[in-house]
Nanobody, 117 residues
Framework: QVQVMESGGGLVQPGGSLRLSCVAS????????MAWYRQAPGKQREWVAG???????DSGDSVKGRFTISRDNAKSTVYLQMNSLKPEDTAVYYC???????????WGLGTQVTVSS
């Protein structure tokens, strides 16, 4: 059974940092691509950052230079380091584990990030 679980969310002041983690079990983690999405109240889900099975990373324009995605295959974990957080980063952050072409795609339940003073 595949399980995807995010952690690390919380309340942080503007300008602060958080690191999100996502552990995937029940899959051959090394062959899967990973991505972080977020969804703020009343808005559509937004792609934040991704890392391929080969380790190639990319991030959205709204977080570029502030957020960094990385993966540790030995721990079946993907991370999202978030620095210089802004109130507009407030959202539920979701982890997506997927194969090329999305033949297989799994989601976690999300972790809440709130940026507020």
């Amino acid at each position: 059974q595949v399980q995807v679980m995010e952690s690390g969310g919380g309340l942080v002041q503007p300008g602060g940092s958080l690191r999100l983690s996502c552990v995937a079990s029940g899959v051959n983690f090394a062959i899967y691509n990973m991505a972080w999405y977020r969804q703020a109240p009343g808005k559509q889900r937004e792609w934040v950052a991704g890392v391929t099975s080969a380790g190639i990373t990319d991030s959205g324009d709204s977080v570029k230079g502030r957020f960094t995605i990385s993966r540790d295959n030995a721990k079946s974990t993907v991370y999202l380091q978030m620095n210089s957080l802004k109130p507009e980063d407030t959202a539920v952050y979701y982890c997506n584990v997927y194969t090329l072409g999305y033949k297989y795609s799994y989601w976690g339940l999300g972790t809440q990030v709130t940026v507020s003073s």
